[in-house]
């Protein structure tokens, strides 16, 4: 009877420790990239010349952007750490060099201090977190892929997207508390620091609960020789897999950046709505996506992976061009767009971790996604507010990026066709 009885408990702590380590560091992840955008004039004034304050947030801006130039080789690297060494190991190091990033940024020496050595920091702090991000999701995702039920992998894999938004929300609301606690000569000399350290805080902890966590099953029964092959050829060998990668990615990767992170910043910039308004419809929206993942990934296990990949896409892409003409210069009206928008967006963001572990063997299924996918967030994702911004300003025609969005969904809906069917799948075969 103690053995019974004690065997669920077991699992249930197994399963909470899991779900705790791998949704802290990806929430860590996500939270990074969001403090650094949402704290940009800070950074800007204080480790680059007050010179000229234009050119500082460019500065700044653009080492936002190498960030995502990083991921692919935090993809190759931690993904190769993954499929060799194993999924903790992967994860861990990830974490913790997050967590190394966001220190050096929190503690960094001013401009007027050490002079360009201070910008210097900032790169060298940037690109570490770019690599330890290109690792971070395929080596969470896999590894929760692999120790979920096959019969709940749909729903288990909604904790990617439903961690990261919660990172994402908890930095922004962060800062838009300090904005109002805090003066602006204050948030100028040290307050901008704070949301860092407390990144370096989280990553601290995330590392200490991925290294007591389990390696997977699935990992573990792998051959040595297997674990051993050269990567190279399995790279070559699954190349369909890595284009199918980059497809279905590519329509969510432009669509949840337009609808999930820039809406609110963009109501406020053109269409003048209030922006402390504009934060809280954010959080509405943000709320509604984080509600309707769990329903996707749930339906996923019961019709089957692409059905939801197509309602996603082709809902997305249907209503995209109405709740663009919907939002005009109220609060309501940019929680109405982007919580139908972001219910769409929500079948594909729930299930894609799913869906690439399911394309992969188990030797190659870490590098196999890490590499693809971190080439297209920086090919497509990376370049989106340029694009949007030069199409918006220079050439004037900013429905050409909505016409862009529209199109690249239209790809990934048809890239859906390319793939298997995989509810349900053993991944150890």
């Not at 990567?231 to 699954?238: E, F, L």
Request: proline letters at 4%; aromatic letters at 12%.
């Amino acid at each position: 009877m103690t053995t019974t009885a004690s065997t669920p408990l077991a699992t249930r702590t197994s399963t909470r420790k899991t779900i705790i380590g791998t949704g802290i560091g990806n929430a860590v992840e996500w939270y990074d990239w969001a403090i650094y955008a949402t704290f940009t004039p800070f950074i800007a004034s204080q480790l680059f010349s007050k010179s000229d304050p234009a050119s500082a947030v460019l500065s700044t801006l653009a080492i936002f952007a190498v960030g995502f130039v990083a991921r692919p080789f935090g993809g190759f690297l931690f993904g190769w750490i993954g499929d060799r060494i194993g999924r903790k190991a992967s994860m861990t190091l990830a974490v913790g060099l997050a967590s190394v990033g966001s220190l050096m940024i929190g503690i960094a020496p001013t401009f007027a201090a050490v002079g360009v050595w201070a910008s210097l920091t900032l790169l060298v702090a940037r690109l570490i977190q770019g690599l330890a991000h290109g690792g971070e999701l395929p080596s969470s995702q896999t590894y929760l892929s692999e120790m979920a039920p096959k019969e709940h992998r749909g729903f288990w894999a909604t904790l990617i997207y439903t961690s990261g938004t919660v990172g994402i929300l908890f930095g922004t609301l962060l800062g838009a508390v300090l904005n109002m606690a805090l003066s602006t000569e204050v948030m100028n000399a040290w307050g901008w620091r704070i949301p860092f350290l407390i990144g370096a805080a989280m990553g601290l902890y995330a590392l200490i609960m991925r290294s007591r966590l389990h390696e997977t099953d699935v990992f573990e029964g792998e051959a040595t020789a297997e674990k051993r092959a050269p990567i190279w050829p399995q790279i070559v060998r699954h190349r369909k897999q890595a284009l199918q990668v980059i497809g279905l990615t590519v329509g969510l990767t432009v669509i949840y950046y337009i609808w999930g992170v820039v809406a609110p910043s963009y109501a406020t910039t053109a269409l003048k709505i209030d922006r402390g308004e504009a934060l809280w419809a954010g959080v509405i929206g943000n709320i509604v996506f984080i509600a309707a993942l769990p329903f996707w990934g749930k339906l996923s296990d019961r019709i089957g992976r692409k059905k939801v990949l197509w309602a996603g896409a082709i809902g997305a892409g249907v209503m995209h061009f109405p709740m663009t003409a919907l939002l005009k210069d109220s609060a309501w009206q940019l929680a109405v767009s982007m919580s139908v928008m972001l219910i769409f967006i929500a079948a594909s963001a729930a299930i894609v971790p799913a869906v690439y572990a399911e394309l992969f063997p188990t030797s190659i299924r870490t590098v196999g996604v890490g590499v693809p996918y971190s080439i297209c967030v920086a090919v497509f994702g990376g370049t989106a507010p340029y694009l949007q911004q030069w199409l918006g300003t220079t050439v004037q025609m900013p429905q050409l990026f909505n016409v862009y969005a529209v199109i690249l969904l239209a790809i990934s809906a048809m890239f859906v066709f390319t793939i298997p069917e995989t509810k349900g799948k053993d991944l150890t075969l």
